[in-house]
């Protein structure tokens, strides 16, 4: 019997460019994309999982995710995260729920001032989220970086913090943008919502490269499924 595809609303900013393209790869592996607008103050009612996609969100003004911290659609998305559902930011998304507050530290300008435009290595951190369950620690991703402002900073004190609580995701396996302890990807202290710099919706075909995303989106997907099973 096949399992119902998750809902799984993916955020459209003014400027993303990224959003369609993790629709489809939520396609390919078992989810169901919804696009939903920045100004919609709700998400659709059977909204199982969310995504923020990247691009440049209002135009990166500012700093990156600094304006769309405000759009309607961020307070369902803070109640959504705040019940526990899963919540994944990609690139811009990641910089948005840093902004936000739903997940620590901050991005900053890449340390080479310059656009990253890669496949990177990224190392599987210990940590008891769902959306890397089907990894272990240490497993290594290859998934493709573009990033101006990647270079995710906090200081010593909270760093130290998310590492004692298993809240660092993914690292890089060498230096890509400066970011502190090359960190690429954290969570929040519930596990369920993750922000990462690389793209994982463009690591999901084997016919265009690398396939390191999948098991990242698969996680959400999977995390998706049992958020529908507690509230129906």
């Excluded at 440049?56 to 803070?78: K, N, Q, T």
């Excluded at 959504?80 to 900053?108: D, H, K, M, T």
């Excluded at 090359?182 to 999901?204: F, Q, R, S, T």
Aim: aromatic letters at 6%; proline letters at 7%.
């Amino acid at each position: 019997m096949t399992e119902t595809a998750p809902l799984i609303a993916v955020i459209v900013f003014p400027g993303s460019n990224d959003d369609r393209d993790a629709v489809r790869a939520l396609e390919l592996v078992g989810g169901h994309g919804s696009l939903v607008w920045h100004a919609d103050a709700q998400l659709p009612p059977d909204t199982a999982g969310v995504v923020l996609p990247g691009g440049f969100s209002y135009g990166d003004y500012l700093r990156c995710g600094a304006i769309a911290r405000f759009a309607p659609v961020m307070d369902a998305v803070r109640d959504f995260a705040a019940s526990g559902g899963p919540v994944l930011g990609i690139c811009n998304g990641f910089q948005i729920l840093c902004e936000a507050g739903l997940l620590p530290g901050v991005l900053r300008a890449n340390r080479q001032l310059e656009f990253v435009c890669r496949d990177v290595a990224v190392r599987v951190e210990p940590t008891a989220s769902p959306f890397l369950a089907s990894c272990t620690a240490g497993d290594e991703l290859v998934i493709p970086v573009k990033h101006g402002e990647g270079n995710w900073f906090a200081d010593d004190e909270l760093l130290a913090e998310l590492e004692a609580g298993d809240q660092i995701a993914l690292r890089y396996v060498e230096d890509v943008n400066g970011a502190v302890g090359n960190v690429a990807g954290v969570v929040n202290e519930a596990g369920n919502v993750l922000g990462l710099m690389p793209h994982p919706e463009h690591a999901v075909d084997p016919l265009l490269g690398p396939v390191g995303g999948v098991p990242i989106l698969e996680g959400l997907v999977r995390g998706a499924r049992d958020r529908l099973s507690v509230t129906t």
